[in-house]
């Protein structure tokens, strides 16, 4: 209850900030996007683990307003990161599955796309493969409703939830992200290669966009790129980085 308290306080009184963290064609070394990441830092106290706190913002109905912010902000930022003339990059927001579930959410991101005037190509949705436990004929037609805007589908996680390969032939999605736990066993157990092997050619054979999650050593970069998994997004290349540090920091933009 009483974190419950702080979290309303957290939005009246702009205590959440997003990271970003960049995402890379790794042949050519060029920045294609970035995925804003959820950071609270309450007055006085440590830093809160969105792992900690989401599924309380979920349980309290809370996510929805904070998830219109995370998406405004992300949106805005990207409209300012263009305006100064970086590339045009995609910023990618996580959607949980209470968010996707809630009736206004279609015509949330059309308003919020109108209001801050960003290509909706630039903007790429996060799911998680759980917005499948629910109704398939509304799911079905609220990413439908949403691609058809011009707005880019990421399966965030993939290959940890309850998907199904019926469910991947019938979702308009645009491109799967590799889970990773399946990156971060790459180097030692040479258990999950199969895996990731299969997931990009299941990618491709179904004309998906792909990209690795958790990317940490030359090793599995390697390895995602003799797959050919050429988008990776991880420590080896960046960490979640405040705004003004993507802005700063030349190498994001190479
Ligand atoms: O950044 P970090 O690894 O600590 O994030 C932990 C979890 O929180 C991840 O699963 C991530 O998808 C989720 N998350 C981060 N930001 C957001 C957000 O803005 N909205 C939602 N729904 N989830 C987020
Ligand atoms: O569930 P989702 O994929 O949205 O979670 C993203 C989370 O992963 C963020 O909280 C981010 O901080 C974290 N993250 C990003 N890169 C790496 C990495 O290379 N290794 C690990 N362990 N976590 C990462
Ligand atoms: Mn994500
Ligand atoms: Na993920």
């Not at 219109?68 to 949106?75: D, F, G, I, Q, Y």
């Not at 990317?215 to 050429?230: A, I, K, M, N, Y």
Request: a negative charge; hydrophobic letters at 40%; charged letters at 20%.
């Amino acid at each position: 209850l009483v974190l419950e308290h702080a979290l309303h306080r957290a939005l009246k009184q702009n205590e959440f900030v997003l990271h970003y963290q960049p995402q890379y064609d790794v042949p050519s070394g060029r920045i294609v996007g970035v995925e804003a990441l959820l950071r609270w830092q309450p007055p006085g106290g440590e830093r809160i683990s969105p792992a900690a706190f989401i599924p309380l913002l979920e349980e309290t109905g809370l996510i929805v307003p904070v998830g219109e912010w995370v998406l405004r902000t992300a949106c805005l930022q990207a409209l300012k990161w263009q305006q100064a003339a970086h590339p045009p990059i995609r910023v990618a927001v996580n959607l949980s599955a209470v968010q996707f579930r809630q009736a206004g959410l279609v015509q949330t991101v059309r308003r919020v796309l109108d209001e801050t005037g960003l290509d909706r190509r630039c903007l790429e949705l996060e799911i998680t493969e759980n917005i499948a436990l629910h109704n398939e004929e509304a799911v079905i037609s609220t990413l439908t409703q949403l691609r058809d805007m011009g707005i880019r589908l990421a399966i965030d996680d993939f290959g940890t939830g309850y998907s199904s390969l019926h469910y991947l032939q019938r979702f308009p999605v645009h491109k799967l992200k590799i889970d990773r736990s399946f990156v971060k066993d790459i180097t030692d157990a040479k258990a999950d290669r199969p895996i990731i092997k299969a997931i990009v050619s299941l990618a491709r054979n179904l004309g998906l966009a792909v990209i690795a999650e958790g990317v940490e050593t030359p090793q599995q970069e390697e390895f995602l790129r003799s797959c050919g998994c050429l988008e990776m997004q991880g420590y080896l290349f960046c960490h979640p980085l405040s705004s003004e540090d993507i802005e700063n920091r030349n190498s994001v933009w190479q």
